[in-house]
């Protein structure tokens, strides 16, 4: 039974972070209704960023830690928000299809392009924050779950803030319904959608950040298993729907942690998708999502 | 606009086959190398153009059905075939046997096909993408835990069927196939499905059905080129058959141009000769040995040029006739 337990805090803490992760697929979703799939990459560099900045900053301490993972979430919120400017931005009035091919192609120049600056090989991530284990009544806890679990509780948060009470909340919430009532309104969509893309990149590089922390070894691919999860968990919660995203991304850190304890663990890497043509079968719209009728 | 020269190029693909079948020995074998992996690379390109280019879908999972077409030859040629065949059968029987196996690996891949294809195809666009990506990693988890096929490890010694021959016959009879199909009277269905899927629908189309029959058709050469893969490697593992070969041969249809069979042809002739001039380029000199490692990065780049810049592809000289590019 505590190993149980144990298995159920872990697979909070993963799927914590697969939330973080699966939330900027949705905003993106939300206002482009495109997969950006650079995104896993964006939560590499986070990790990346978080790693370079841990050995400048050095040491392990609560407000270092806590600096280093605001620096990568700078960091990447600007990458986000660059990548759409110079990539997504000049294709929008092209099809689907063809942002979907850049989009893969961006993600791949980054996973490259990581692989020339950072290294092929696995580096250790410094330990940043400080961390612990501890019993309660025969569980073996690691304080480093509870930290995620926190840490991503207080950003949701503050996403939920941002996106329900403030004015740019509200501005982005009208371009996810519709863009062109927005424009008319006088919001400005491209401020909008870069500032989303810069909000979703910096969720993902909190991510990366506490993903390293946790799994402390990181490399440029790093990002594709739990970005293509991140992903399914946000289609599982009905992409568009940030709560969604973020029940999905909990529940499926918790069933991949409790497959992977099992006797069928080679079978963890299928779970996911197995799900995902699941969901896309008998509720396309997702746990929380709204079946939308396509206008033509 | 008909292609009335389908036929007339099948038949010259089809001497060209006998011909090079015939030369194989002749040949410096690295040459011989090179052009077998030609023909495999274009069946692959030109049966993915059926899905992504003609019927304008986006499937991610093509190497998926090449996994599943290797497997299932090799497993014939490897396990079935001793037990099957007279010892000591004779060249032509080996042969026969090679072709029953290279039938067999098409029509698995394409049940494959039909199992992904039926229940997804009803998605569009990036969800679909995303379910076949999920089909080709499912498919790489499931062969890494069967215990017989080799696990992680992959079957070895598979034997060397492979030659010219095969490898040419067999794109020049999916050329041929998919040329027909589209250019038929049912194969306008395809390019209605990619032009608008709506009013194709409103025209009381089933484009559910279209698009499954282009799902499994390329599924099928797929399937085939998996197998002639696997006897011209000699060794084949699940990590063979994931993403980044899937990628590869997206990256052959969009740069020859979605749609058009000739730029993809041509596209996949010059991307297997792309990391052989790369390979060279490094080994001329050491200052130059990063080259040998950027093609992941070229391909990434042309991707993104390429949808800024002439997202119809390199070799696209004509645009259709009312064609919407895409």
Same mark, same amino acid.
């Given at each position: 039974?505590?190993?149980?337990?144990?298995?159920?805090?872990?697979?909070?803490?993963?799927?914590?972070?697969?939330?973080?992760?699966?939330?900027?697929?949705?905003?993106?979703?939300?206002?482009?209704?495109?997969?950006?799939?650079?995104?896993?990459?964006?939560?590499?560099?986070?990790?990346?960023?978080?790693?370079?900045?841990?050995?400048? !900053?050095?040491?392990?301490?609560?407000?270092?830690?806590?600096?280093?993972?605001?620096?990568?979430?700078?960091?990447?919120?600007?990458?986000?928000? !660059?990548?759409?400017? !110079?990539?997504?931005?000049?294709?929008?009035?092209?099809?689907?299809?063809?942002?979907?091919?850049?989009?893969?192609?961006?993600?791949?120049?980054?996973?490259?392009?990581?692989? !020339?600056?950072?290294?092929?090989?696995?580096?250790? *991530?410094?330990?940043?924050?400080?961390?612990?284990? *501890?019993?309660?009544?025969?569980?073996?806890?690691?304080?480093?779950?509870?930290?995620?679990?926190?840490?991503?509780?207080?950003?949701?948060?503050?996403?939920?803030?941002?996106?329900?009470?403030?004015?740019?909340?509200?501005?982005?919430?009208?371009?996810?319904?519709?863009?062109?009532?927005?424009?008319?309104?006088?919001?400005?969509?491209?401020?909008?959608?870069?500032?989303?893309?810069?909000?979703?990149?910096?969720?993902?590089?909190?991510?990366?950040?506490?993903?390293?922390?946790? *799994?402390?070894?990181?490399?440029?691919?790093?990002?594709?298993?739990?970005?293509?999860?991140?992903?399914?968990?946000?289609?599982?919660?009905?992409?568009?729907?940030?709560?969604?995203?973020?029940?999905?991304?909990?529940?499926?850190?918790?069933?991949?942690?409790?497959?992977?304890?099992?006797?069928?663990?080679?079978?963890?890497?299928?779970?996911? *998708?197995?799900?995902?043509?699941?969901?896309?079968?008998?509720?396309?719209?997702?746990?929380?999502?709204?079946?939308?009728?396509?206008?033509? | 606009?008909?292609?009335?020269?389908?036929?007339?190029?099948?038949?010259?693909?089809?001497?060209?086959?006998?011909?090079?079948?015939?030369?194989?020995?002749?040949?410096?074998?690295?040459?011989?190398?090179?052009?077998?992996?030609?023909?495999?690379?274009?069946?692959?390109?030109?049966?993915?153009?059926?899905?992504?280019?003609? $019927?304008?879908?986006?499937?991610?999972?093509?190497?998926?059905?090449?996994?599943?077409?290797?497997?299932?030859?090799?497993? +014939?040629? /490897?396990?079935?075939?001793?037990? @099957?065949?007279?010892?000591?059968?004779?060249?032509?029987?080996?042969?026969?046997?090679?072709?029953?196996?290279?039938?067999?690996?098409?029509?698995?891949?394409?049940?494959?096909? @039909?199992?992904?294809?039926?229940?997804?195809?009803?998605?569009?666009?990036?969800?679909?993408?995303?379910?076949?990506?999920?089909?080709?990693? %499912?498919?790489?988890? %499931?062969?890494?835990?069967?215990?017989?096929?080799?696990?992680? /490890?992959?079957?070895?010694? %598979?034997?060397?069927?492979?030659?010219?021959?095969?490898?040419?016959?067999?794109?020049?009879?999916?050329?041929?196939?998919?040329?027909?199909?589209?250019?038929?009277?049912?194969?306008?269905?395809?390019?209605?499905?990619?032009?608008?899927?709506?009013?194709?629908?409103?025209?009381?189309?089933?484009? $559910?059905?279209?698009?499954?029959?282009?799902?499994?058709?390329?599924?099928?050469?797929?399937? %085939?080129?998996?197998?002639?893969?696997?006897?011209?490697?000699?060794?084949?593992?699940?990590?063979?058959?994931?993403?980044?070969?899937?990628?590869?041969?997206?990256?052959?249809?969009?740069?020859?141009?979605?749609?058009? $069979?000739?730029?993809?042809?041509?596209?996949?002739?010059? /991307?297997?000769? +792309?990391?052989?001039? @790369?390979?060279? +380029?490094?080994?001329?000199?050491?200052?130059?040995?990063?080259?040998?490692?950027?093609?992941?990065? @070229?391909?990434?780049?042309?991707?993104?040029? +390429?949808?800024?810049?002439?997202?119809?592809?390199?070799?696209?000289?004509?645009?259709?006739?009312?064609?919407?590019?895409?």
């Amino acid at each position: 039974m505590s190993e149980f337990i144990q298995q159920i805090i872990n697979g909070l803490s993963v799927g914590a972070m697969y939330a973080l992760i699966a939330i900027g697929y949705t905003l993106v979703y939300g206002v482009l209704r495109f997969i950006n799939f650079a995104h896993s990459d964006v939560f590499m560099v986070g990790s990346f960023v978080g790693f370079y900045s841990g050995k400048v !900053l050095g040491g392990t301490s609560w407000a270092g830690g806590l600096g280093v993972m605001a620096a990568s979430m700078v960091g990447c919120a600007l990458l986000g928000i !660059l990548i759409e400017r !110079l990539a997504y931005k000049p294709l929008r009035s092209r099809s689907k299809l063809t942002v979907l091919i850049t989009a893969i192609g961006v993600s791949m120049l980054l996973q490259n392009v990581g692989q !020339l600056v950072f290294g092929t090989n696995p580096q250790p *991530f410094p330990d940043t924050l400080p961390a612990t284990t *501890f019993q309660v009544g025969g569980v073996v806890v690691s304080s480093k779950d509870l930290v995620v679990l926190g840490f991503t509780l207080c950003l949701l948060g503050a996403l939920e803030y941002i996106v329900l009470k403030t004015k740019v909340g509200t501005a982005m919430r009208a371009v996810a319904f519709n863009p062109q009532a927005a424009s008319l309104m006088g919001i400005n969509i491209d401020w909008i959608i870069s500032f989303t893309f810069g909000l979703g990149s910096a969720l993902a590089a909190a991510g990366g950040f506490l993903w390293a922390y946790k *799994f402390p070894r990181i490399e440029p691919f790093m990002g594709v298993a739990p970005g293509l999860t991140a992903f399914v968990a946000a289609v599982l919660g009905g992409i568009g729907n940030i709560t969604g995203a973020a029940l999905g991304g909990l529940l499926l850190g918790v069933i991949e942690t409790l497959v992977k304890g099992s006797r069928w663990s080679t079978w963890t890497e299928a779970i996911a *998708f197995v799900l995902l043509i699941l969901i896309l079968l008998f509720k396309p719209a997702g746990l929380l999502g709204r079946v939308q009728a396509e206008k033509v | 606009m008909k292609h009335p020269g389908a036929r007339r190029w099948f038949l010259v693909a089809a001497v060209l086959s006998l011909g090079l079948g015939w030369a194989q020995d002749r040949l410096d074998p690295y040459f011989v190398d090179i052009l077998t992996r030609i023909g495999i690379n274009v069946i692959l390109a030109v049966s993915l153009n059926l899905i992504n280019g003609h $019927t304008g879908q986006f499937s991610l999972g093509h190497a998926g059905f090449m996994g599943v077409g290797a497997y299932t030859a090799a497993a +014939l040629t /490897l396990f079935a075939g001793p037990k @099957l065949l007279p010892a000591g059968a004779g060249f032509w029987v080996e042969q026969l046997w090679f072709l029953v196996a290279l039938g067999a690996a098409g029509l698995v891949a394409a049940l494959a096909g @039909l199992l992904v294809g039926a229940p997804s195809l009803r998605l569009k666009g990036d969800y679909l993408a995303i379910v076949t990506l999920g089909f080709g990693q %499912i498919i790489a988890v %499931i062969f890494r835990n069967i215990e017989s096929l080799g696990g992680a /490890l992959g079957l070895n010694g %598979i034997p060397a069927r492979t030659n010219l021959f095969w490898s040419f016959a067999a794109a020049a009879l999916t050329v041929y196939v998919v040329t027909a199909l589209v250019n038929s009277t049912y194969g306008r269905g395809f390019l209605a499905t990619h032009d608008d899927e709506v009013a194709a629908e409103a025209m009381g189309m089933n484009t $559910t059905r279209y698009k499954i029959v282009a799902f499994v058709t390329g599924a099928f050469f797929a399937g %085939i080129a998996g197998g002639l893969s696997g006897h011209f490697t000699l060794t084949i593992n699940p990590k063979g058959f994931d993403f980044n070969k899937s990628i590869e041969i997206v990256v052959m249809v969009i740069v020859g141009g979605m749609g058009r $069979t000739v730029g993809v042809i041509i596209a996949a002739v010059l /991307l297997t000769l +792309l990391p052989e001039g @790369l390979r060279m +380029l490094s080994s001329a000199s050491p200052s130059l040995k990063w080259i040998g490692e950027t093609r992941p990065l @070229l391909y990434a780049i042309l991707l993104i040029a +390429l949808m800024m810049l002439r997202p119809q592809g390199l070799f696209t000289w004509k645009r259709k006739k009312g064609a919407v590019t895409a």
